[in-house]
């Protein structure tokens, strides 16, 4: 027996170690610059270069300076490249297509005059282009495909497309993208297929369908077709596999009753076909109790009552409810089919009271709360192969935005990481099989062997990068042994091969 248990041992320190795979950080990069003073644009590259956009706040009423900067793998300094816009635009949007840079700006005193700025990420050219929409105003997408920008604009209480060419200078608002408020669709520029794709949710009130629309890179209407399910279930969101087209996988979520809740995830293949009633053939669903990890979240005697309350109502005949809101991640291609990979959070709300005898009680909107990120692994036909579960903590925002990034490792495996101030918080995982949720390092702030601490880290993100890689990004006030203390922005490359 004591053999027994000394082998057991052995084992698990063996596994321990191979899912504490740490990641490395060979490079960091910074800037004598704060977060009151200046804003930082951070576009990585798929030649694994980096583009900073950068913004340092000027006084005595001058021009803001302005530059562009290209970092090299190494995070090594290449060029920078001044520019100017008028002192009334302000940046609200950027987004990369290749090697290609693209920042759009809006007056403040003129909100529907854009200035559209492109950068050739080889070159260093700057060129700039100026639009007035005459309608627009309000701006909640950018993106970029074949070099014209598709810009997510509010008229008329309609969610539409405005169309820029930037060879042509010319515009024009897509009649095929014009959705009343509310309204949610997701927005896919493939650059493998040269094709712009929307999946769009409709609903008359008692039943919701999904709308797919392609359009070219012109901004001309190639294609419509709609999804939608036979049964009970509504589609609420989904997102479409990009590339190759002979492969048209759509996966997303649905409810059984109040859309603004999950119930579980569906996918179908969309080259199967249609059945007479209208639905798709190969349409799958899953709903969050059939996934092996989705209740990871929860103390195991928690999870073990939902389950089991969820047993007896299936063998009754009657589905258990839930009440889940998932923000859906963009699909990734696997050599098996595609990860879809979506996070799950919840709004909070303080409560308060006030007055005598009479009390009232009101509540206010606290932010939200992600709790914890969704993986999972689909053929190309549709059908779930596995799941797994990233358990988040101290992930509140006020804004609902990505918060986990994910990249391939080249054995196969995943990894799922985010920033929580100055620590790297990371997960491995191989397709089913359980791992630590718990796997931290410390972001460095020097690679010589110096004692530095940093006292506060804001504004950090971390985006993916290459195969293996991300970066890592934000403010930092760091504190030295010896010598003053120093207030930079910085980037470092974070390795997992």
Not at 17 to 46: H, K, M, T, Y
Not at 67 to 93: N, S
Not at 334 to 352: D, F, K, L, M, W
Not at 426 to 448: E, F, G, H
Request: charged share 25%.
């Amino acid at each position: 027996m004591r053999h027994f248990f000394l082998l057991g041992w052995f084992w698990l320190i063996g596994c321990c170690g191979a899912w504490a795979q740490v990641p490395q950080q060979p490079a960091r990069f910074e800037l004598a610059l704060e977060p009151s003073n200046s804003d930082i644009q951070v576009l990585p590259l798929p030649d694994s270069s980096v583009i900073l956009l950068v913004q340092e706040e000027s006084y005595n009423m001058k021009p803001d300076k302005l530059y562009f900067q290209k970092l090299d793998a190494g995070l090594q300094l290449e060029w920078q490249r001044p520019f100017t816009v008028e002192r009334d635009y302000e940046l609200v949007r950027t987004c990369s297509e290749s090697n290609q840079v693209y920042a759009l700006y809006q007056s403040v005193y003129r909100p529907t005059h854009l200035l559209a700025v492109h950068l050739d990420g080889r070159t260093g050219l700057i060129k700039t282009s100026s639009f007035d929409t005459r309608i627009s105003r309000d701006i909640f997408e950018l993106k970029a495909l074949g070099g014209r920008l598709f810009v997510t604009v509010l008229v008329d209480q309609h969610l539409t497309i405005l169309h820029l060419d930037l060879g042509t200078q010319q515009m024009r608002f897509l009649p095929s993208v014009y959705e009343q408020l509310p309204a949610q669709f997701t927005f896919l520029a493939d650059s493998v297929t040269k094709r712009a794709a929307f999946v769009l949710t409709q609903t008359n009130g008692m039943k919701s369908r999904l709308q797919l629309k392609q359009l070219s890179q012109d901004g001309m209407l190639l294609r419509t077709e709609f999804i939608q399910a036979e049964s009970e279930r509504n589609l609420i969101t989904a997102q479409l596999s990009p590339g190759d087209s002979t492969t048209r996988l759509v996966a997303g979520t649905y409810t059984l009753r109040d859309p603004r809740y999950s119930q579980g995830l569906f996918a179908a293949d969309l080259n199967a076909g249609t059945t007479p009633g209208g639905g798709r053939k190969s349409m799958r669903f899953y709903d969050f109790l059939s996934l092996k990890h989705f209740f990871d979240f929860m103390k195991p005697n928690r999870e073990a009552r939902i389950r089991e309350k969820g047993a007896r109502r299936r063998a009754a005949g009657m589905p258990m409810r839930l009440h889940y809101r998932l923000l859906m991640h963009d699909m990734l291609p696997t050599r098996e089919g595609y990860v879809v990979t979506a996070e799950v959070y919840y709004p909070r709300y303080r409560y308060s009271s006030f007055g005598g005898p009479m009390t009232n009680s009101y509540r206010q909107f606290d932010g939200y709360r992600t709790t914890h990120a969704i993986v999972c692994g689909f053929d190309r036909q549709g059908n779930l192969l596995w799941d797994n579960t990233f358990v988040l903590q101290n992930v509140e925002t006020f804004e609902i935005q990505e918060t986990v990034s994910l990249r391939p490792l080249a054995d196969g495996r995943l990894v799922l990481a985010y920033l929580d101030e100055e620590a790297i918080r990371y997960k491995i995982v191989d397709r089913t099989t359980p791992s630590p949720n718990d796997l931290t390092v410390p972001l460095r702030t020097t690679l010589a062997d110096k004692k530095e601490k940093p006292s506060y880290t804001s504004q950090e993100a971390l985006v993916e990068w290459t195969r293996g890689k991300f970066l890592a990004y934000g403010y930092q006030h760091v504190r030295t042994e010896k010598g003053p203390a120093r207030d930079v922005f910085f980037l470092n490359s974070i390795v997992f091969d």
